[in-house]
C-alpha cells in the first residue's frame, strides 16, 4: 500500500529480551518520527529523523533505546534489555517535508503494539 | 512530558448533542493540528491551524485556534456514533510534535 507500514503488528517479548521494531515510511517522505504511547494517552515523542539524519533523540527513555534509518528510508527502533515498563505502543510516522514546519501532515502507521512479561 | 492539556478526557454523550473540546498549552506554537484515532490505528490528521485566531470548518467539525496560539478547540454539531474515537492536538516545536493528553469520545446511538 501506499501508507507508512510498521512491523510486527503485535509482539511480545520476557523481560530482558532485545527487540526491533521496524517502519517502512511513505515513499520520498523526508521526516520520519518514532513515538511511544500508553493505553488512552497521547503518543509522546521519542526521535526525529531527517532522511538518514537522527536530529532529536531527546525523547528516547534511556540508552537501552536506540533508533537508526540508515538510508533514509526504513527505520528500525531498537530496545535493549527489555523491561514491564517498555510496554506500549509505538507509532512510526513521516511526513513529506524536513522538520515541523509549515504544515505538511503527519501520516502514521498502524503501531506496534509491545508487551513485555 | 505533555505540552499540552487536553479537556475533558472522557466524553460520554448522546448522539445529536454538540460537544466541545480544549487542548491548552502555556507554551506558544506555530501551528496546531487535531487527529482522531480510533482503536488499533495511527492518528489520521483532521486539520491544522496555523493563524492565531484561525477559524476552520470540517462539516460538522469547527477547529479555532486561539489568538495567542497557545490553545485550540474543537467543537462538533450534533455528534454521531461514527465520530467515536481519540482526539488529540498536536503542536510544533523545534524538531518535535508535542501531542495532548487525548480526549476518548463515546457517541451513544
Known amino acids: 500500500g501506499a501508507g507508512v507500514s510498521q512491523s510486527p503488528r503485535y509482539k511480545v517479548a520476557k523481560r530482558g529480551q532485545d527487540v526491533a521494531l521496524r517502519c517502512d515510511p511513505i515513499?520520498?517522505?523526508?521526516?520520519l518520527f518514532w513515538y511511544q504511547q500508553a493505553l488512552g494517552q497521547g503518543p509522546e515523542f521519542l526521535t526525529y529523523f531527517q532522511n538518514e539524519a537522527q536530529l532529536d533523540k531527546s525523547g528516547l527513555p534511556s540508552d537501552r533505546f536506540f533508533a537508526e534509518r540508515p538510508e533514509g528510508s526504513v527505520s528500525t527502533l531498537k530496545i535493549q534489555r527489555t523491561q514491564q515498563e517498555d510496554s506500549a505502543v509505538y507509532l512510526c510516522a513521516s511526513s513529506l517535508s524536513p522538520g515541523t514546519k509549515g504544515v505538511q501532515p503527519q501520516h502514521f502507521g498502524d503501531g506496534t503494539r509491545l508487551s513485555i512479561l | 512530558t505533555q505540552l499540552l492539556e487536553q479537556s475533558p478526557q472522557f466524553l460520554s454523550i448522546q448522539e445529536g448533542e454538540n460537544l466541545t473540546v480544549y487542548c491548552n498549552s502555556s507554551?506558544?506554537?506555530?501551528?496546531l493540528q487535531w487527529y482522531r484515532q480510533e482503536p488499533g490505528e495511527g492518528p489520521v490528521l483532521l486539520v491544522t491551524v496555523v493563524t492565531g485566531g484561525e477559524v476552520k470548518k470540517l462539516k460538522r467539525l469547527t477547529f479555532q485556534f486561539g489568538d495567542a496560539r497557545k490553545d485550540s478547540s474543537l467543537h462538533i454539531t450534533a455528534a454521531q456514533p461514527g465520530d467515536t474515537g481519540l482526539y488529540l492536538c498536536a503542536g510544533a516545536s523545534g524538531n518535535q510534535f508535542y501531542f495532548g493528553t487525548g480526549t476518548s469520545l463515546t457517541v451513544i446511538p
Open positions: 515513499s520520498g517522505h523526508v521526516s
Open positions: 507554551s506558544v506554537f506555530s501551528s
